[in-house]
């Protein structure tokens, strides 16, 4: 982490260190031979192993509901995505295949809302894709001609398509957009729509379904607006909620704001449309347009969407809050979370304190050779994780792994409170899953002394407050330590874990040393337990995998890690290596591991390395090379690529080491380090503090670099990065006072990282 104690602070891959000096060890070794398929030994009765043995090798299907047509409004427009197609050429339409270019053709059913005969102005449609560029993208002839041969308007673009007051039609668009870009949406006039699931899951164009019709109205007078999300109609003052819209009520942050916007927006008579048993609440303006309120108050950031999101509005309110959280509108910029309390307006640091497991607080020193692990949930809230010693209570002097939570309708952090399961804990990953619960990985150890092996484990939050019983993820006497886990998860809630063993060494190998290792990989699906792991690295009896990486890049998991070789020595990585498999296939069916980059003969890999998935598609990867000077980099891969992309310099001199890296849904990626920037005292130790720089969208130049510690007079360190639901990035990080023991585990949000490059700043 920090460099006034090199001996201590300037861990990059040295696993084999550490164990050997007693820091890491694990569960107990099991009495007697044991196959991956064997069943825990009887002295952990701590760990439910139900995973491992029964586990299919690959993830269960997850059952998807069907699509059906999704809506949107604009101006006099109702419109309704029956279906939509991507591909790079469509020959039944006469869309030929282009390098650069994807077709996106799309049918959809459009209603006329307004008082009079309109025409339907299909150019002023366009798509709209992440990152700065804006929408376009309509292709005339192209439209024209697919018209034809589908049967569909428009015959003549220019001419429009007529269509009278209440009336549908049916039309189809060809549109194009970049071949690497994801997750387009389809725009007019300001709004727009994610045309995603109608990709996805939209009927083929020879089986659509009939034209869709709006569900029944009836006009009712307004009385008054009881909350943000409710309001009272006709004369007997019927509460009506607004569905799918969560405001904040009562006391909570911004709830008369919202109440306000509410009253603000409405008319004296609405429409009420039922959707089901959904309550969709219209004015309706002078034009004879309408406005759906359920959308103007989440979009508007005076509300959030509720759970029970669903329907055929559902992907527009789903868009409509992820806009409202991109501009941190309303409440996003005002409060800690919909149910929260007030957000502070400038950076907020917080040192987490640790719960003494008595009711009181107690001092901790943290245990430095593991870095802090950081996610953030859907409600504005978050968890830290790390591994410390308590100076006092039943676990003092005990490294265990401790989390504490951020929660949202206080704006505090809690204390940290000791994870479940062994004496020893450290190395903790974790990923949210779709309903907001936070899943965890991390090595224990059942007691100190050199028998006992590290062992991974498994739990998740319950939904109550605590931790379901963990579970081990592949206890196997063979596999020897079981150390640096990094955990991923997709679409359908699957997990994925990649972590270094030794099960592929042979006895004396696994004696000789930790290091002695290889990388597997190993998934659960919801309902399942953990497969059986899968080697995904050449094994070679001269060298050693370390330290992986692993993430979900759509429909595929990449990973990449550290190899160690006998010629090099265990201080620097002799290279790094990656691999990729695609999610639907066999899990044992990775691609032959393939080289990232190579090593100098200096500090490299290891845990001088850190990989995220970009959300807009393509995955990069953060590293950092140690000799005289530190140098970091940023490379990039392109979604569905299997080459990589040439490194992007970030920061260089006395700058750089343990990189911690994310990147929001707008592709922006905010990318930590430790940053040496002073001498303490009389110029015998070296101040670090943390720094930060962001590089935008499809950017190879990164922005200024910002000091985020700098008002600290103590050495700060070893970060890790998570993004909020506002696409800001939160901080958590090691603290010292230099010549002392690590004390503190500091938190920071609401930093203020700039896109700008650092010449564009100077220059203004």
Avoid at 32 to 43: C, D, G, I, R, V
Wanted: glycine residues 10%; aromatic residues 8%; contains cysteine.
């Amino acid at each position: 982490m920090i460099r006034l104690h090199p001996g201590r602070f300037a861990v990059v891959a040295l696993v084999a260190a550490i164990v050997a000096s007693g820091l890491v060890a694990s569960l107990s070794t099991l009495a007697q031979e044991a196959t991956p398929e064997s069943e825990p030994s009887t002295s952990l009765p701590a760990f439910t192993d139900t995973g491992s043995p029964v586990a299919s090798p690959v993830a269960s299907p997850v059952a998807s509901t069907p699509y059906e047509t999704s809506e949107f409004v604009s101006g006099i427009w109702r419109i309704g995505i029956v279906t939509a197609e991507r591909a790079n050429e469509f020959p039944d339409l006469d869309l030929p295949a282009r390098p650069d270019k994807d077709w996106v053709v799309v049918i959809a059913d459009v209603i006329n809302w307004g008082r009079s005969d309109e025409r339907l102005d299909l150019r002023e449609f366009a798509i709209e894709v992440a990152g700065p560029d804006d929408p376009r993208g309509f292709a005339r002839r192209s439209t024209e001609g697919a018209a034809a041969v589908l049967g569909l308007q428009p015959e003549d673009v220019g001419d429009g398509v007529p269509i009278s007051p209440g009336e549908t039609d049916r039309v189809v668009m060809v549109l194009e957009m970049p071949i690497d870009s994801i997750n387009p949406s389809l725009f007019i006039d300001g709004v727009a729509m994610s045309l995603q699931p109608a990709i996805d899951g939209g009927p083929a164009f020879d089986d659509l379904p009939a034209v869709s019709e709006p569900g029944p109205t009836g006009r009712q007078r307004v009385d008054s607006v009881v909350s943000g999300s409710v309001i009272a109609l006709g004369s007997n003052a019927d509460e009506v909620p607004l569905s799918f819209v969560d405001a904040p009520v009562e006391t909570e942050c911004f709830a008369d704001q919202s109440a306000s916007n509410l009253r603000r927006i409405l008319t004296e008579r609405v429409f009420v449309e039922q959707d089901g048993e959904n309550t969709l609440i219209w004015t309706e303006e002078d034009d004879g347009s309408r406005r759906l309120l359920n959308y103007e108050q989440i979009r508007s950031g005076f509300a959030a969407t509720a759970e029970d999101l669903s329907g055929r509005f559902a992907q527009w309110l789903q868009d409509a809050e992820s806009q409202a959280q991109a501009s941190s509108g309303g409440l996003w910029e005002a409060c800690t979370g919909v149910h929260g309390v007030t957000r502070t307006t400038g950076p907020e640091r917080t040192l987490i304190r640790m719960s003494d497991g008595q009711g009181s607080t107690t001092p901790y020193r943290v245990w430095l050779e593991w870095s802090p692990e950081l996610v953030t949930t859907p409600d504005g809230g978050a968890w830290a994780f790390f591994s410390a010693l308590a100076d006092r209570g039943p676990l003092q002097d005990q490294q265990r792994l401790y989390a504490s939570r951020f929660d949202p309708t206080t704006g505090r952090w809690l204390d940290a409170e000791v994870m479940p399961a062994g004496e020893i804990q450290f190395g903790a990953t974790a990923v949210v899953d779709s309903k907001g619960l936070v899943h965890v990985v991390y090595s224990a150890r059942e007691q100190t002394g050199p028998e006992y092996l590290s062992t991974l484990i498994y739990t998740r939050e319950d939904g109550r407050g605590g931790w379901v019983p963990p579970m081990s993820v592949s206890l196997d006497q063979r596999a020897g330590h079981q150390l640096a886990p990094s955990l991923a998860i997709d679409a359908s809630d699957t997990l994925y874990v990649a972590w270094q063993d030794q099960r592929a060494f042979g006895d004396g190998g696994r004696a000789a040393s930790p290091l002695n290792a290889d990388v597997f990989v190993s998934q659960k699906s919801p309902d399942a337990g953990w497969s059986t792991p899968v080697l995904i690295n050449n094994h070679l009896p001269t060298a050693a995998a370390l330290l992986p990486k692993l993430v979900v890049d759509g429909d595929r998991l990449v990973a990449v890690w550290s190899v160690y070789t006998s010629a090099m020595g265990p201080e620097n990585a002799a290279r790094m290596e990656w691999a990729w498999r695609a999610i639907d296939d066999e899990i044992v069916n990775w691609s032959a591991p393939a080289l990232f980059a190579n090593g100098r003969g200096d500090n490299f890999g290891g845990r001088f390395v850190d990989m995220v998935a970009d959300p807009t598609g393509g995955v990069i990867v953060a590293y950092a090379r140690r000799g005289v000077d530190t140098f970091l980099f940023a490379k990039r891969l392109a979604a569905g690529s299997t080459q990589w992309g040439s490194d992007t310099l970030i920061a260089f001199g006395n700058r750089g080491a343990f990189p911690t890296i994310a990147v929001n849904k707008d592709g922006i990626a905010f990318i930590g380090f430790n940053a040496e920037t002073g001498t303490f005292g009389d110029g015998s130790g070296i101040l670090v503090d943390i720094a930060a720089t962001a590089i935008n969208y499809r950017s190879i130049e990164p922005g200024a670099e910002v000091i985020l510690t700098r008002d600290d007079p103590n050495s700060q360190g070893r970060a890790a990065v998570a993004i909020d639901v506002t696409g800001k990035p939160w901080f958590v990080f090691f603290g010292e006072i230099p010549g002392f023991p690590a004390t503190q585990v500091g938190a920071l949000r609401n930093a203020n990282i700039p896109l700008s490059p650092i010449t564009d700043v100077i220059g203004n």
